[in-house]
């Protein structure tokens, strides 16, 4: 019996999201969509990484993230990621 070539690799695959789960869902969506946006000339376009998802399961929940979003940019004067930001605020 002829030995078969096993080739063995340390490649790490990605895991295979579960069909019409909600990361395929978004998996496809942002797919598509990057597709479709560098067509339309924006070839540089990448979606941002490390980005925070939450699902909103209860109200409160959904007030929690509400008041994230209109506090927030109150911050931005603070954040070292403002270009404006004062180095010497301390």
């Keep these: 019996m002829p030995q078969r070539d096993v080739s063995t690799t340390t490649t790490p695959t990605k895991p295979r999201l579960r069909a019409n789960s909600l990361g395929a869902i978004v998996n496809q969506f942002k797919s598509r ?18 980005f925070y998802d939450h699902i909103i399961r209860d109200e409160r929940s959904l007030e929690k993230i509400r008041e994230y979003i209109i506090n927030n940019p109150l911050k931005w004067e603070l954040d070292e990621e403002n270009p404006d930001y004062a180095v010497d605020q301390g």
């Design 33 to 50: 969509s990057t597709k479709r946006i560098r067509k339309m000339g924006y070839k540089e376009f990448a979606w941002q990484p490390r």
